[in-house]
């Protein structure tokens, strides 16, 4: 899994719709008092390497000047679009996303659009990448992040972003090659809150579970049970899922409330790569 091909269309045309704007439907899944979510299945043991962010493949070459008008005439879009969370605003506006595409595509990397990183992956869009981590942080035990699972590091990109909101992130890549690309262009910013996992990103992160925010950028039919139990108490998960109904990927949040039940809710129509299971030494050197 990696950054996800997306593709939010909201009918308004603009920013993803706001929560009170996009009537998601919610529903209670289990009853209160118990810590039993959709469903317990015993989780196969897969071979998972993890390296420090500093132990680059190769080194990265700093694109000309550093970016920061374009970054933030971004930031000023996605306010003007619609984004409130003023912290998210302020780090996407520090974080140089051009450096974290191949140099033929860094002209293009502060336009609201998804670009390919190698690997038939792609990054994605700014615009989705502040809804989604603006929703983690309107989860139940208020915004503050002391730990993060991010499943599909792709680039990096958004690895970087949810480094500067929270304590700890741990991002899990199933492609080694894409992987490696990531520790290459983090390597420079030396963030020691943020490690990178070589691994399934079905089977979460138990080591350091539980997370205050879980946020995937790969989306299959159902959520995993591994993401559910690996989600504390007052966390939220996001992520895209497909919908039987609607024939069609959409946002789902996902709620671990204080008596230990889950909620979920349903949120705009979106488009990602599909949630596959193992590792993958494609695209290794």
């Known amino acids: 899994m990696a950054d996800g091909e997306d593709d939010a269309r909201p009918p308004s045309g603009r920013w993803p719709l706001r929560l009170e704007r996009a009537q998601p439907s919610a529903r209670r899944l289990v009853s209160p008092g118990t810590d039993s979510v959709i469903r317990h299945e015993p989780v196969p043991a897969t071979p998972r390497v993890a390296f420090p962010v500093r132990r680059a493949a190769e080194p990265v070459r700093p694109a000309p000047g550093d970016g920061a008008p374009l970054r933030q005439h971004m930031v000023d879009r996605l306010r003007q679009a619609g984004c409130r969370d003023e912290a998210v605003l302020a780090v996407m506006a520090r974080v140089p996303r051009h450096l974290f595409v191949d140099a033929a595509l860094q002209g293009q990397a502060y336009e609201d659009t998804s670009l390919p990183i190698g690997l038939g992956q792609t990054i994605s869009k700014p615009s989705v990448v502040a809804r989604m981590i603006e929703l983690l942080r309107e989860r139940p035990g208020?915004?503050?992040?002391?730990?993060?699972?991010?499943?599909?590091?792709?680039?990096g990109y958004q690895a970087a972003v949810l480094a500067g909101l929270a304590?700890?992130?741990?991002?899990?890549e199933r492609l080694r090659g894409l992987h490696e690309r990531a520790l290459a262009r983090l390597a420079p910013m030396a963030l020691a809150n943020l490690q990178l996992v070589y691994g399934d990103g079905r089977l979460?992160?138990?080591?350091?579970?539980?997370?205050?925010?879980?946020?995937?950028?790969?989306?299959?039919?159902?959520?995993?049970?591994?993401?559910?139990?690996?989600?504390?108490?007052?966390?939220?998960?996001?992520?895209?899922?497909?919908?039987?109904?609607?024939?069609?990927?959409?946002?789902?949040?996902?709620?671990?409330?204080?008596?230990?039940?889950?909620?979920?809710?349903?949120?705009?129509?979106?488009?990602?790569?599909?949630?596959?299971?193992?590792?993958?030494?494609?695209?290794?050197?």
Not at 167 to 172: L, T
């Open 142 to 155: 208020g915004p503050a992040l002391r730990r993060v699972l991010e499943i599909g590091s792709g680039c």
């Open 204 to 285: 979460g992160h138990a080591p350091a579970a539980p997370f205050d925010a879980i946020i995937a950028a790969a989306g299959g039919h159902e959520l995993p049970p591994a993401w559910l139990e690996q989600l504390a108490r007052g966390g939220r998960l996001v992520a895209p899922v497909h919908d039987a109904a609607l024939k069609s990927q959409v946002l789902m949040v996902v709620d671990r409330l204080a008596d230990g039940s889950i909620v979920q809710r349903i949120h705009e129509p979106v488009r990602f790569v599909p949630l596959e299971s193992g590792i993958s030494e494609f695209g290794h050197s």
């Open 167 to 172: 304590e700890r992130v741990i991002s899990i």
